[in-house]
């Protein structure tokens, strides 16, 4: 892509990463996610802080994998 210096006046080329955003995917045993919310009567918190993961994406898991 071209690119205009506003104070100079010059033209130059950059480069434009097309990368993707945030965090990369996360990779759990749903077996294990099934076993930590039975031992701890569905208790959604404690899981999430057990498997190093935010609430919001237990709940993506669970709804990835219908366990809702």
Do not use: H, W
């Not at 033209?11 to 990779?27: A, L, Q």
């Amino acid at each position: 892509m071209k690119v205009v210096c506003p104070y100079c006046g010059r033209s130059f080329e950059v480069k434009c990463s097309t990368g993707r955003r945030g965090r990369p995917p996360i990779n759990i045993d749903i077996n294990r996610v099934k076993r930590l919310l039975k031992q701890y009567n569905n208790n959604k918190s404690v899981v999430a802080k057990i498997l190093g993961i935010s609430r919001p994406t237990l709940y993506k898991i669970l709804r990835e994998y219908n366990l809702e």
